[in-house]
């Protein structure tokens, strides 16, 4: 993606699906699966990739069956929808076939959930999603991405096609503000430092590190200095960095959608 | 592999019967074991396996060219173990350590035992894999056959519904689900529980080619139907319901309603291995 594309913001979904669509041309390899659930990049993908994508319906359940299917025969899947439903309406389909399967079999597949959190807002809570984050990390194999903006969401699909395995994207729904250059971009710690604080540090995920970073400029205003970090691979981040880079800071504050006493937060605690 | 069959129909009953007592030696070694569910699909595997259907390679399991066979009826599908001993997939030796500490055969088999593809204790999953297969399979052209084996109790499991309208959108004609319909699941008869009311009817209203075979406890009926269906290319994903019974042959288990988690006297047992075929 050019720097002027990557310039005009978007919802994540485009940009990742923008990544899918140009890897899709180049790797017959790869099979995109969606629950009907679309976005206009999609709709080239249905133009170009003929019979690599498949639509299979209102079915979550066997969204994941397909998927694991395909990729028993070595295609790289990327199966989307919803991220509640992506998540919940197919968690045991996810544990027997993909999380518990692919510790015997080798596969790579993609589950894309859009509308993490709130981000689904005037839907209501059939379609918003504060639980994805607990129930994934809960699964053997599952490796959980979750960026914070379109620049990290674009570069994901490379990410995910060169690491076999079985993983979950969740994306925010809404068009966010572009944090990261594409060229300063690097997964190598699965987190990232954008400024360092004196007493506290905020570890953010997805949407809620833009809300640090404006209590970041709230406080600075008044003189305090906090840090805040970005974790973006949630299951695979480089904790003894994370950990030195912790070790000045009095205390630490995460900041996540999600319910009180799960998520990221109980990572912490079993962490710290 | 050589897919010219070497085969008789006196040499599928003659293996149909050995397993069948194999079958009833495993669970009175392990009498843990669903016995009842692992002798109704007898004559499906036997013929699968050993009438030249599954074109398969016991040496290198995950060979490429093989004919996928998915086992959705995971716990009911014991009778599998010594179809694969004496195919080769794994030792014969390996049969009395079922479900025992340090052996590989569980009660509820898995892919870590040479030639199972998934994972199949939690039911409702192996059509919707296999039809994954079979259309991944369609697009690297590759002609092989996909079969899935299930019982009729897990079709109450609304995922194979979905996986059956799926399989027929597609034309996933090389994939053939084999319905073990014993009609009783773990707590009596599937027609006094939820009624399929026509399993025939339902699979042709949802777009699938489909036979019943009547006497499923008869190797040349099953393998009849087999044949017919490994034939017949009409753009359709076919089914064949095979009426079978519950713990076959076993007096006091067969068709009795809570077949499914009895378990038999080691004394009955041991008279049921001297009967002739």
């Known amino acids: ?272 | 592999m050589d897919k010219k069959p070497d085969f008789s129909l006196k040499y599928l009953e003659k293996k149909a019967e050995w397993v069948w007592k194999e079958t009833l030696k495993i669970h009175q070694r392990s009498p843990e074991t669903r016995v009842a569910s692992s002798l109704s699909p007898i004559e499906i595997f036997v013929n699968l396996y050993y009438g030249g259907f599954l074109d398969q390679d016991p040496t290198n399991p995950r060979w490429e060219g093989r004919d996928r066979c998915v086992i959705s009826k995971g716990h009911g599908s014991l009778c599998m173990y010594p179809i694969l001993a004496d195919l080769g997939y794994f030792s014969m030796e390996e049969l009395n350590n079922v479900c025992k500490e340090g052996g590989v055969l569980g009660g509820i088999p898995d892919p870590v035992i040479p030639g199972y593809e998934t994972i199949n204790g939690s039911l409702g999953h192996g059509v919707g894999v296999g039809s994954g297969i079979a259309l991944a399979m369609k697009r690297r052209n590759m002609k092989q056959q996909v079969y899935v084996v299930t019982g009729d109790g897990e079709l109450h499991e609304g995922s194979n519904w979905e996986a059956f309208m799926f399989a027929a959108q597609h034309k996933l004609d090389n994939l053939t689900v084999i319905v073990d319909n014993n009609q009783i699941s773990m707590l009596g008869p599937t027609d006094e529980i939820v009624s399929h009311r026509n399993l025939v009817e339902k699979f042709e209203a949802f777009g699938w080619s489909t036979m019943e075979v009547k006497a499923g406890h008869s190797v040349s009926a099953v393998y009849g139907a087999l044949e017919v269906s490994r034939n017949n290319c009409i753009e359709k994903p076919k089914a064949l319901i095979i009426n079978t019974r519950k713990g076959n042959r076993v007096p006091g288990l067969e068709g009795a309603d809570l077949s499914h988690v009895t378990a038999i006297d080691n004394s009955l047992i041991d008279q049921l291995l001297e009967t002739k075929l």
């Open chain 1, 1 to 272: 993606m050019s720097d002027k594309q990557l310039s005009q913001p978007k919802a994540m979904r485009d940009s990742l699906l923008e990544s899918i669509y140009k890897a899709m041309l180049q790797d017959s390899d790869i099979f995109f699966v969606t629950a009907d659930f679309g976005s206009p990049v999609l709709d080239k993908i249905r133009r170009d990739a003929g019979e690599r994508f498949i639509n299979v319906g209102i079915a979550e359940q066997n969204l994941i069956n397909v998927s694991a299917g395909l990729a028993l025969e070595g295609f790289k899947v990327f199966a989307y929808a919803i991220a509640p439903f992506i998540t919940m309406r197919c968690f045991e389909q996810i544990r027997v076939n993909l999380a518990l399967l692919s510790e015997v079999r080798p596969m790579n597949v993609n589950l894309i959930g859009v509308g993490a959190g709130y981000s689904y807002v005037v839907s209501g809570p059939t379609h918003q999603c504060y639980e994805d984050l607990t129930l994934m990390r809960a699964l053997p194999n599952m490796k959980i991405y979750s960026p914070s903006d379109q620049v990290i969401a674009a570069a994901l699909p490379k990410q995910c096609l060169s690491n076999r395995g079985i993983k979950y994207l969740r994306l925010d729904a809404q068009v966010l503000p572009i944090i990261y250059q594409e060229k300063t971009l690097s997964f190598g710690d699965g987190f990232y430092e954008h400024c360092h604080g004196e007493d506290i540090c905020l570890i953010a995920t997805g949407y809620t590190l833009h809300t640090a970073l404006k209590v970041k400029e709230e406080l600075a205003a008044l003189g305090i200095l906090i840090g805040v970090i970005d974790l973006f691979d949630i299951t695979g981040f480089n904790l003894n960095r994370l950990g030195q880079i912790l070790a000045s800071y009095k205390g630490v504050v995460t900041i996540e959608e999600g319910f009180s006493g799960k998520g990221v937060w109980m990572q912490w605690c079993l962490i710290l």
